[in-house]
Every structure is written in structure tokens, then in C-alpha cells.
């Protein structure tokens, strides 16, 4: 039997900066995963993806990311997407600067 489609966020990498960002439903690119559209449909899922996919010159890596709603937006589920929202980790800048 398969296994059920959970939520999902479509995540990549900004292309010039290199910064992880989300799809927002209104087709912006956000590095705030509290701004993404949470995609609760798994057709609708895999078509965002296929639509997201095609804008490689903005972005690089579109991928499906497991995520929850949580109170101001969808939250990651699993360490590795929580870990993108900090930022990158080879040396404090942007979103680790901030409080």
C-alpha cells in the first residue's frame, strides 16, 4: 500500500545569493518558510514543483520538503529543513546576524 501524501513546501536555492527559499502561493520566492504555500494535494504538489522546477534562472535544487502548518505558516519536520532556515553555515551573515 502506498503511503500517504503528508504536507509538503517546495524549497531551493536562490540562484545568485545561494540562499535556501520557499515558493509562496502567489509564485514569489521567500526566505521565509513561514511565507510558503503548504501543499496538501500530492497532483498539486508535483505540478507546483514541475512549474517551480522550470524558473532555473532564479533558483537551483526545487525540491519537495515535508512541512506542517504551524501559527504564523508552515514549519519544517524534519533537522535538515530547519537548518536551511538559519542559513548558510560557513560563517555568520543574514539570517544568523539577526536576533
Request: proline content about 6%; glycine content about 6%.
Amino acid at each position: 500500500m502506498p503511503k500517504a501524501f503528508t504536507p509538503k513546501v517546495i524549497t531551493a536555492n536562490a540562484l545568485l545569493e545561494g540562499d535556501a527559499v520557499w515558493l509562496t502561493d502567489d509564485d514569489r520566492w521567500s526566505r521565509d518558510i513561514a511565507e510558503a504555500e503548504l501543499l496538501t494535494d500530492e497532483a498539486h504538489a508535483e505540478l507546483r514543483l514541475l512549474e517551480a522546477s522550470a524558473r532555473q534562472s532564479e533558483i537551483s535544487g526545487a525540491y519537495l520538503a515535508d512541512a506542517q502548518e504551524g501559527e504564523a505558516g508552515p514549519e519544517p519536520v524534519h533537522f535538515r529543513e530547519a537548518f536551511r532556515t538559519r542559513g548558510p553555515s560557513n560563517y555568520p551573515h543574514g539570517k544568523q546576524t539577526r536576533a
